[in-house]
Nanobody, 120 residues
Framework: QVQLVESGGGLVQPGGSLRLSCAASGNMLSINDMCWYRRAPGKEREFVAI???????NYADSVKGRFTISRDNAKNTVYLQMNSLKPEDTAVYYCKADILDYGWRRQDYWGQGTQVTVSS
């Protein structure tokens, strides 16, 4: 069974930085795209960033220039470096991975989320 576990969230002041991690474990043939989403208070879940299997990246306009997504394939881990954080970045952050398992089944897996709070 494939599992994703996020870590690195916490409380930070505006202008500060955090680095989130999401590690995938289990029986997998390959991991294709890996993404970060977030759900802010009173809002729907929204896309934040994506890194493909070929390591190309894209970002939501609201975080472009401030956040950086990266991956370490040897560790089956995706990262989100968040700089110049704003109060509106406060949300639960979730990772998603497009995974092919040993039964040749391809589907999305989600982590449980990690809380990021930006406040003075």
């Amino acid at each position: 069974q494939v599992q994703l576990v996020e870590s690195g969230g916490g409380l930070v002041q505006p202008g500060g930085s955090l680095r989130l991690s999401c590690a995938a474990s289990g029986n997998m043939l390959s991991i294709n795209d890996m993404c970060w989403y977030r759900r802010a208070p009173g809002k729907e879940r929204e896309f934040v960033a994506i890194i493909t299997g070929g390591s190309s990246t894209n970002y939501a306009d609201s975080v472009k220039g401030r956040f950086t997504i990266s991956r370490d394939n040897a560790k089956n881990t995706v990262y989100l470096q968040m700089n110049s954080l704003k109060p509106e970045d406060t949300a639960v952050y979730y990772c998603k991975a497009d995974i092919l398992d040993y039964g040749w089944r391809r589907q999305d897996y989600w982590g449980q989320g990690t809380q990021v709070t930006v406040s003075s």
